[in-house]
């Protein structure tokens, strides 16, 4: 028998050819090398720092000589429920979830209008609506809004002009949330922080909204349901993860921004501000860890919370 | 008593005229199939019956109830959606009682009932499921089911079989006939398979171009079209051209024969060359070209079979030869 070799075949090929009739071979070798990089910058610089950091929470500061004492300690902990320091947490905890819930209140409909009316040029509209703030400079945007709420502000004067001003005054007159104006106060925080976290509440919203056909409304209504009923049955359920999504990005925003109230707002600390003091300035590290824990333990008992309430069932 | 009624309904979009001037009436207790090809108007006028759509001028009544004003969840119809638009976040219990739990039934009451209307569509202990774990037919049976718990006076149903295959699709167009029958309930089918129409409806409209064509029983729409277009699109029938009926009837109008009863020989009316053979199981399509008019002949299996390009005549029985009232032929 002779052998005849089949012409179809193609067996030449440059180094480029040979590797990739490897990989062919190989499909796990192909994924190990694709996932290798991330997973050591994420596995080891970016988890093994953070790590590096909460360790030290564990330790506690000589305070005679503004040394770290490297013995495994839960005081630093402790300190975090003395007054001053629960009340830095109290306040961020109840602003993030403040911010969460009205971000998500004023997103739902602009990312319904977009989901399922905006076709063509408006959706561009749209995506460049929400997506241009994002572009500017973070600290532009906050001192632009310090102009807007300031005492001499474009808003104190638009309320002037339109004899309005005494409905800004009974405001700032609260307790808490008040203040001499509204950028030195609590509620000035709030509307800085609404402001700059939406888009990342409107976008998973609209990306959760759109998966939802609109027989599934339809059905509703067929059923029976009026659009009030259909909205609390079948659209925010289905939403729901994209609102847990959105949530999950304004809450632990907030939690860990330590310039917006340090700008707007009264002199009262966030945790943000706290860690930044505590590790920057006072040079107390382990407290400053602790600080840093305090979010990403609230983070871990909403994502919990989140999913015992059925908020992923729909993915 | 009419359980459907349309009168000069139209549903326009800008220029688009989806629904035009649509009459129709749908008796209470009746299978009917509305049948065209995309876009002819049908799903529109189904929508217009639940209340998806609104009319932009005319009457629709329900039960001599003028509905046009009512939101859906107002009229007592419910729909069998062709995505089935089951809801993925609740089981396959609580999707068929979500009408009974909107109107505010107990939830022991609820699953009974829903638990009797999974037993008449042979769903029995799906209850826990999620959709996502059921197969297509499976799906069909809980929309069925879903739409039916809440006894509507008439139910919708927009192309439900079409995402079936073919056995399972036969097998629930006996099922859902029957269970029309036994609920007595006025089914209004929507379709663009004729056989689909054909087999189940009491009656059917045929739409094209936002319009009703023709409106009749199985057997009229079949061996009665009155225009070309059905007497096509129907079960793809024969249209001779009004020019070619009138040399061999004397009568200026396009006429349809069904293609089995076109009979080949030596002898015939009219002379045709053989393009194309097909073979059908049960029979033997035969494309045929009468000086520019094609013909389709369906030959049984044992009937002597002719050659691509033969000459053949082309005969039948006066009878066969239905002359339609309206349109111009080719």
């Not at chain 2, 199985?218 to 277009?229: A, G, K, L, N």
């Amino acid at each position: 028998m002779t052998q005849v070799q089949p012409a179809h075949f193609t067996s030449a090929g440059g180094i480029g050819t040979r590797l990739s009739d490897i990989l062919w071979r190989h499909p796990r070798l192909l994924i190990a090398l694709l996932l290798l990089p991330p997973a050591l910058w994420l596995g080891v610089i970016y988890l093994g720092s953070l790590f590096a950091l909460l360790a030290q929470s564990f330790f506690s500061i000589d305070h005679f000589t503004g040394l770290v004492k490297y013995e495994f300690t839960l005081s630093t902990y402790a300190q975090l429920i003395r007054p001053s320091n629960f009340d830095i947490i109290l306040r961020t905890v109840v602003m993030a979830f403040c911010v969460s819930l009205t971000s998500a209140v004023i997103s739902f409909p602009i990312a319904y209008f977009a989901a399922r009316y905006a076709r063509g040029a408006w959706r561009a509209v749209f995506y460049l609506g929400i997506m241009m703030p994002l572009w500017s400079s973070y600290l532009v945007k906050i001192y632009a809004w310090k102009l807007i709420l300031a005492k001499e502000g474009i808003l104190t004067w638009a309320l002037q002009k339109l004899h309005l001003e005494w409905v800004l005054d009974a405001f700032l007159a609260l307790p808490v949330i008040g203040g001499n104006s509204l950028s030195v106060s609590t509620a000035g925080t709030f509307i800085v922080f609404v402001y700059v976290w939406l888009p990342f509440m409107i976008l998973p919203i609209q990306a959760a909204l759109e998966r939802v056909p609109p027989s599934m409304l339809e059905a509703s209504g067929d059923l029976g349901a009026t659009p009030a009923q259909t909205f609390r049955h079948v659209l925010l359920p289905l939403a729901l993860p994209g609102v847990v999504a959105g949530s999950i990005f304004t809450f632990s925003l907030t939690l860990g921004d330590y310039i917006i109230p340090q700008i707007i707002g009264t002199s009262r600390l966030f945790i943000g501000q706290a860690v930044y003091q505590h590790q920057g300035i006072a040079g107390n590290i382990p407290l400053a860890a602790a600080f840093a824990m305090v979010p990403i333990a609230i983070m871990g008992l909403y994502l919990w919370a989140a999913k015992r309430m059925g908020a992923f069932d729909a993915l | 008593m009419s359980a459907v009624t349309f009168n000069d309904v139209s549903r326009h979009f800008g220029a688009i005229k989806a629904v035009d001037a649509v009459s129709l009436d749908i008796a209470e207790g009746e299978f009917f199939a509305m049948l065209g090809p995309s876009g002819s108007g049908k799903t529109t006028c189904l929508r217009l019956i639940a209340g998806f759509e609104r009319p932009t001028a005319g009457d629709i009544r329900i039960f001599a109830q003028p509905v046009q004003d009512l939101p859906p969840y107002k009229r007592n119809v419910n729909t069998v959606f062709q995505d089935y638009a089951l809801f993925p976040h609740l089981n396959v219990r609580d999707n068929v009682a979500y009408a009974l739990m909107i109107a505010g039934q107990g939830r022991r009451e609820r699953y009974r009932a829903a638990q009797e209307a999974l037993e008449m569509v042979q769903l029995a202990g799906y209850d826990l499921r999620k959709p996502s774990e059921l197969s297509g037919g499976q799906r069909q049976r809980v929309a069925l089911a879903r739409a039916l718990v809440n006894k509507p006076r008439v139910l919708l149903l927009d192309e439900p079989l079409g995402a079936l295959d073919l056995k399972l699709r036969e097998q629930m167009q006996e099922e859902l006939k029957s269970l029309q029958r036994q609920l007595g309930i006025t089914f209004v089918f929507v379709t663009h398979d004729q056989g689909e129409a054909l087999s189940m409806a009491d009656r059917v409209a045929v739409f094209d171009h936002g319009k009703i064509i023709q409106t009749g029983t199985p057997e009229d729409i079949y061996f009665r079209p009155e225009v070309p277009f059905v007497a096509d699109f129907v079960g793809s029938s024969n249209v001779l051209p009004a020019a070619l009926v009138a040399q061999l009837a004397g009568e200026s109008r396009p006429a349809s024969i069904r293609p089995e009863r076109l009979i080949l020989g030596a002898e015939g009316r009219i002379r045709a060359r053989v393009t194309g053979l097909s073979f059908l199981g049960l029979a033997t399509r035969v494309s045929l070209d009468a000086q520019g008019t094609r013909l389709t002949a369906l030959l049984p299996q044992d009937a002597p079979r002719p050659a691509p390009g033969d000459e053949v005549g082309v005969g039948w029985n006066a009878d066969d030869l239905h002359l339609m009232t309206a349109g111009a032929g080719a």
